[in-house]
């Protein structure tokens, strides 16, 4: 598919935080997303989920469904019980037309809770490497026997955050697992989002484009803050607006011949951000980097 501009739901409502436009209607949602440029919507707590009943809400603004986010919990669950236990979303993202699932692993992670700050998340048990990867490798295979490539997303306060999680993990499973390159998420963790880019462009499927304020972002660290306190305070905004370097990982992805969605997902509080003028300035220099890199 030729690379394409999506949107995820959090810049107006958020499903960590359910209080950060919570009475937004999703019909606000998609026909602001729409206005703004964008061609599709990964998915939210506020979406369908049937198929039918999915595709005739994004058909009625001119929307593709892009993907949705899947809570893998493989370091509990056998292989067999995460395949059971994804099998309603994944059948939701094939008969919508998604190619790929957004998924991450979230057994003992602190990203949702604003209590804990981000130093006390805890790092990927060592010993379950090996145990891991040939389960995800299972699941990631059985998935894309369906369609749908899994796209795995290294998260702030998650198991898998940091650049040397990452490599672990592409080095440790097969190529039926995608790679989400979140550049927000990256920066923020200490990592390098134009390395990552380079190091595992063939696994790469899946973009989201999220921009760090980085003066936020040191604060956050030098107090200590959670997760959602640090969006609460703006850590993230729009690709454009903030000091990743899209230019260079454009110029990766325009290398590697990437085909796709990029996807602006930067959570921010709807009250403090107007989700329509930072919707429409997301696209607007979303696009202008894209055309730039010659991806679009």
Wanted: proline content about 5%.
């Amino acid at each position: 598919m030729p690379v394409q501009l999506g949107i995820n739901p959090l810049t107006w409502t958020n499903d960590d935080l359910p209080s950060l436009g919570g009475d937004t209607p999703l019909e606000v949602c998609l026909s602001e997303g729409k206005q703004a440029g964008f061609a599709g919507f990964e998915l939210g707590h506020k979406f369908p989920r049937e198929a039918d009943a999915l595709n005739t809400v994004l058909a009625a603004h001119d929307l593709k469904a892009v993907s949705g986010w899947y809570s893998l919990m493989l370091l509990e669950r056998s292989a067999e019980e995460e395949i059971e236990a994804m099998q309603a979303h994944l059948e939701l993202l094939r008969d919508s037309g998604c190619k790929v699932m957004v998924c991450c692993e979230v057994t003992n992670c602190v990203h949702g809770d604003q209590s804990t700050p981000l130093s006390l998340r805890r790092p990927f048990p060592a010993d379950k490497w090996e145990s891991y990867a040939e389960k995800l490798d299972v699941v990631a295979a059985y998935a894309l026997k369906h369609g749908v490539r899994l796209a795995y997303h290294h998260h702030m306060g998650t198991v898998i955050q940091t650049e040397e999680e990452i490599d672990e993990l592409m080095r440790r499973t097969g190529p039926e697992l995608g790679l989400l390159l979140d550049s927000g998420h990256c920066l923020f963790a200490g990592g390098n989002p134009v390395e990552i880019a380079k190091r595992w462009s063939d696994r790469i499927c899946h973009v989201h484009c999220k921009d760090i304020r980085k003066h936020v972002m040191l604060d956050a660290k030098n107090r200590n803050l959670s997760f959602l306190d640090a969006v609460l305070n703006g850590v993230f905004t729009v690709p454009g607006d903030g000091c990743v370097d899209y230019p260079a990982i454009f110029a990766v992805l325009k290398e590697m011949n990437y085909s796709g969605w990029l996807v602006v997902e930067a959570e921010q509080d709807p009250a403090v951000a107007d989700p329509l003028t930072y919707a429409t300035l997301g696209h607007r220099n979303l696009q202008a980097l894209a055309t730039e890199a010659g991806l679009l």
